[in-house]
């Protein structure tokens, strides 16, 4: 069993009726190679779930899942999505595994989510939280996790990665021949993408992270600052950063390292399919949302303009 597979069992359910099938559910999960933030998350939703049901999962039906998405009606409409997703995906792993004769979800419409723009971090605030951690020249005497930190979440904002993805980097995930450097990011559903590294100054502080931290092989940012433990968490990765930008009095989620470099590219006239590859979306429909940005920084200028001219 893989360390996945392990970490969806012990669901604290006792002798509920669903804990068998939900334990099954999220162990095959984990053997798809899903990531384990998205177990995480079913689980969680799942044990939330089975409190609205307690009996047998053959005798499942529509309504004690409409209970469950009535009782969570105040929450976003993307968190109720992603909750309503995780029974769906439960019921639908039980009617393949004939635990279920009929999917109650065909009779649960799904929720929508008002599309929202993204928020960019400004590139100089970013720049300022950067700075906070260390510079691109760190003194020699900079403690290796401010190293590692810097390296981590300046690779997130020029890399345009999420931070789960770079938290999961391994050394060998660089290919830093000069003149061609590249990173892989293993991304959603088991994909992997190729990321150009053009930035002179970025690949210069990998290199000395490297170099400093002695690492050949094995996990890119390691949990220990002696560099025996595993992989940072996304959950450290985000401490720590909220840290950094209460330092730095600068109010910047994680997630906004990418659309900053997102926008960043869109502006600077990159192609949406060239954005959308670097990001890792499936489709430009997940992509072209950044264009609306582009408009919203066309407008802003526009009106600058229209001030300085009443001014004058």
């Known amino acids: 069993m893989t360390p996945e597979a392990a970490a969806a069992t012990g669901l604290g359910l ?6 068998r099938h939900i ?12 990531s384990k933030h998205t177990i995480r998350a079913y689980r969680g939703d799942l044990i939330q779930f089975a409190a609205h049901f307690d009996g047998e999962l053959a005798e499942l039906t529509a309504k004690p ?14 968190t109720r999505k992603r909750k309503r997703a995780a029974v769906a995906s439960f019921c ?4 393949r595994h004939e635990e279920l004769d ?17 928020r960019p971090a400004a590139a100089k605030d970013v720049q300022a939280v950067l700075g906070t951690i260390c510079s691109r020249r760190p003194r020699k005497d900079i403690p290796l996790d401010r190293l590692r ?21 391994y050394v060998e995930d660089f290919d830093l021949r000069p003149d061609d450097e590249h990173v892989q990011i293993h991304g959603k559903g088991g994909t992997v993408r190729t990321v150009l590294l053009d930035d002179r100054g970025y690949v210069a502080l990998v290199k000395l992270y490297l170099a ?42 994680i997630h906004q390292l990418r659309h900053a470099h997102a926008t ?7 192609s949406i399919e060239v954005v959308r590859r670097r990001l890792g979306h499936a489709s430009t429909e997940s992509t072209q949302i950044y264009t609306l940005l582009a408009d919203k920084v066309a407008d802003d200028e526009i009106r600058a303009a229209r001030r300085r001219r009443e001014r004058s």
């Open 23 to 34: 334990d099954d559910f999220l162990a095959d999960l984990a053997n798809t190679n899903a």
């Open 65 to 78: 899942v409409r209970a469950y998405l009535s009782d969570i009606a105040a929450l976003a409409p993307s």
């Open 92 to 95: 639908k792993w039980a009617v």
């Open 102 to 118: 009929a999917n109650p979800m065909d009779r649960i419409d799904t929720i929508k989510v008002p599309k929202t723009l993204p």
């Open 149 to 169: 930190d810097r390296v981590l979440f300046e690779t997130a904002y020029v890399c345009g990665a999420r931070a789960a993805e770079v938290c999961g980097l």
């Open 264 to 270: 960043e590219l869109i502006n600077s006239g990159v």
């Open 212 to 253: 400093r931290a002695g690492y050949t092989s094995g996990p890119m940012f390691r949990a220990s600052i002696n560099g025996s433990g595993g992989p940072l968490s996304y959950d450290a990765a985000h401490h720590r950063w909220n840290g950094y930008c209460t330092a730095a009095g600068i109010d910047i989620d």
């Open 14 to 19: 006792g002798t509920h009726p669903l804990a």
